[in-house]
């Protein structure tokens, strides 16, 4: 029986390992961490969205430019699949009203407890503390564990090791540097799905009164640093230092790389999404008497709190009192954004193995036998189920790879 490495154990690893177990393969699984899926189960605190219900075709622009690279494993492995997958598991999903797929209870949990139980059952061995160091002189996995240096030989190799985001749960990209110096080709790592810096910060009585709430329904629109006009609809979150929340996320890659280019980029907030600029002009123009501005715009146009804050905080006093460029404001109430937060506090990584390094069975072109899956590749998606639905894709096409790669390997041998 051959033996197949898997090095990480989040959703690309453990889908991996069921691939090779079911092909006849003994696997191994190596985490650094105490406990494997541990990224999985943070992701799922606030509700486990395992994938989207959207149309397919719809689904797969979701992954920008690398659509060609994952749409042959998405094919083979799409957003349906996953749910019969969960469904086999005793994990009922739903489909909730954004078209976003929940496991029936919301938790991420019991679909880890199922799946790790059948795995073991199905004779996958897990070891946890095991830091990967890379390769010996002799070609041995080198790993770090609490009694020591341990060296592992193996068959094969999986490795699903995470992006860069949330260190502390394992995903420390420490792998960029052991790759590139194996002369595997692979793109830095950025933030992706992440929060960004307001220019100038938020004054004071914003932060002590609004930070952390989330400013509904509004919409976004900037151009890019190649003139594209990018436009979405959703809600922010006001942070300590700026916006993040899914609307921001939505088109964080698009910021980050403008940012990059420019420095700086302009949003242009629509408080008023659903009202077309004539009603709010006649609505902030009605005579108001003697009530106050804040009283004036939420009766009126149903500006009020945090929106009515974000005016304040933008507009100069001779603007908040003239109507009509009030009205314009609240339209497209401009917000410069000059930093993108920190890589590790984004919820993904973009970056990575480039596609380019692999064949079409994930496995690198400089070390045969070696094939990656997961975050670690060179992709981005948005939140939704995107990530977790091409991490699921991947880990399941280098599963193939490497039970084809075993294959061609003992028919040479014979």
């Given at each position: 029986?051959?033996?197949?490495?898997?090095?990480?154990?989040?959703p690309?690893g453990?889908?991996t390992?069921?691939?090779?177990?079911?092909?006849g393969a003994?696997?191994?699984?190596?985490d650094?961490?105490?406990?494997?899926?541990?990224?999985?189960l943070?992701?799922?605190?606030g509700?486990m969205?395992?994938?989207?219900a959207?149309p397919?075709?719809?689904?797969?622009?979701?992954?920008g430019?690398?659509i060609?690279e994952?749409?042959p494993l998405l094919?083979?492995?799409p957003?349906?699949h996953l749910?019969t997958?969960c469904?086999?598991l005793?994990?009922?999903t739903?489909?909730?009203?954004s078209?976003?797929?929940?496991?029936?209870?919301?938790?991420a949990?019991?679909l880890?407890?199922?799946?790790?139980?059948?795995?073991r059952?199905?004779?996958v061995?897990?070891?946890?503390?095991?830091?990967?160091?890379?390769?010996?002189?002799?070609?041995?996995?080198l790993?770090?564990?609490?009694?020591g240096?341990?060296?592992?030989?193996?068959?094969?190799?999986?490795?699903?090791?995470g992006?860069?985001?949330?260190?502390?749960?394992?995903?420390?990209?420490a792998?960029?540097?052991?790759l590139?110096?194996r002369?595997?080709?692979v793109?830095?790592?950025?933030?992706?799905?992440?929060?960004?810096?307001?220019?100038?910060g938020?004054?004071?009585?914003l932060?002590?009164?609004?930070?952390?709430?989330p400013?509904?329904?509004?919409?976004?629109?900037?151009a890019?640093?190649?003139g594209?006009?990018h436009?979405?609809?959703?809600?922010?979150?006001?942070?300590?230092?700026?916006?993040?929340g899914?609307?921001?996320?939505?088109?964080?890659?698009?910021?980050?790389?403008?940012?990059?280019?420019q420095g700086a980029?302009?949003?242009e907030?629509?408080?008023?999404?659903?009202?077309?600029?004539?009603?709010v002009?006649?609505?902030?123009?009605?005579?108001?008497?003697?009530?106050?501005?804040?009283?004036h715009?939420?009766?009126?146009?149903g500006?009020?709190g945090?929106?009515?804050a974000l005016?304040?905080?933008?507009?100069?006093?001779?603007q908040l009192?003239e109507?009509?460029?009030?009205?314009?404001?609240?339209?497209s109430?401009?917000?410069?954004l000059?930093a993108?937060?920190?890589?590790?506090?984004?919820i993904?990584?973009?970056?990575?193995?480039?596609?380019d390094?692999l064949?079409?069975k994930?496995?690198?072109?400089?070390?045969?036998?070696?094939?990656c899956?997961g975050?670690?590749?060179?992709?981005?998606?948005?939140t939704?189920?995107?990530?977790l639905?091409?991490?699921?894709a991947?880990?399941?096409a280098?599963?193939e790879?490497?039970l084809n790669y075993l294959?061609?390997l003992?028919?040479a041998?014979?």
């Amino acid at each position: 029986m051959p033996t197949v490495a898997v090095i990480g154990g989040g959703p690309a690893g453990l889908m991996t390992a069921e691939v090779l177990s079911r092909g006849g393969a003994q696997v191994e699984v190596f985490d650094a961490m105490p406990s494997v899926g541990r990224k999985f189960l943070l992701a799922g605190v606030g509700g486990m969205n395992i994938t989207h219900a959207e149309p397919y075709a719809a689904f797969l622009t979701r992954y920008g430019a690398r659509i060609a690279e994952l749409q042959p494993l998405l094919d083979a492995f799409p957003p349906a699949h996953l749910r019969t997958w969960c469904h086999a598991l005793g994990i009922e999903t739903f489909v909730g009203s954004s078209n976003r797929v929940f496991p029936q209870d919301m938790k991420a949990a019991p679909l880890l407890r199922a799946w790790l139980h059948r795995l073991r059952q199905a004779g996958v061995r897990f070891h946890v503390r095991h830091r990967w160091q890379g390769w010996t002189d002799a070609g041995e996995l080198l790993f770090l564990t609490p009694d020591g240096e341990q060296r592992i030989r193996a068959d094969a190799v999986v490795l699903a090791l995470g992006g860069g985001s949330w260190a502390r749960l394992g995903s420390d990209g420490a792998w960029l540097t052991l790759l590139a110096g194996r002369g595997v080709a692979v793109s830095p790592l950025r933030p992706s799905n992440c929060g960004f810096d307001v220019a100038g910060g938020w004054s004071e009585p914003l932060l002590s009164r609004f930070a952390g709430q989330p400013v509904k329904t509004l919409a976004v629109r900037f151009a890019d640093q190649t003139g594209t006009i990018h436009a979405r609809k959703g809600e922010l979150l006001l942070s300590r230092t700026g916006v993040e929340g899914s609307l921001i996320y939505a088109v964080s890659a698009a910021l980050r790389d403008t940012l990059a280019a420019q420095g700086a980029v302009t949003l242009e907030l629509d408080l008023l999404p659903d009202k077309p600029l004539a009603r709010v002009i006649a609505e902030v123009a009605h005579p108001r008497g003697a009530r106050s501005l804040s009283s004036h715009l939420q009766s009126r146009a149903g500006i009020k709190g945090v929106k009515m804050a974000l005016l304040r905080e933008i507009l100069t006093p001779a603007q908040l009192n003239e109507p009509l460029q009030l009205a314009h404001a609240i339209k497209s109430l401009p917000l410069t954004l000059d930093a993108t937060r920190p890589l590790d506090e984004a919820i993904s990584s973009a970056g990575g193995v480039r596609f380019d390094a692999l064949d079409a069975k994930l496995m690198l072109h400089t070390l045969p036998g070696v094939f990656c899956a997961g975050e670690m590749l060179d992709w981005e998606a948005p939140t939704g189920g995107y990530l977790l639905t091409a991490c699921f894709a991947s880990g399941r096409a280098a599963g193939e790879g490497a039970l084809n790669y075993l294959k061609t390997l003992h028919a040479a041998t014979d």
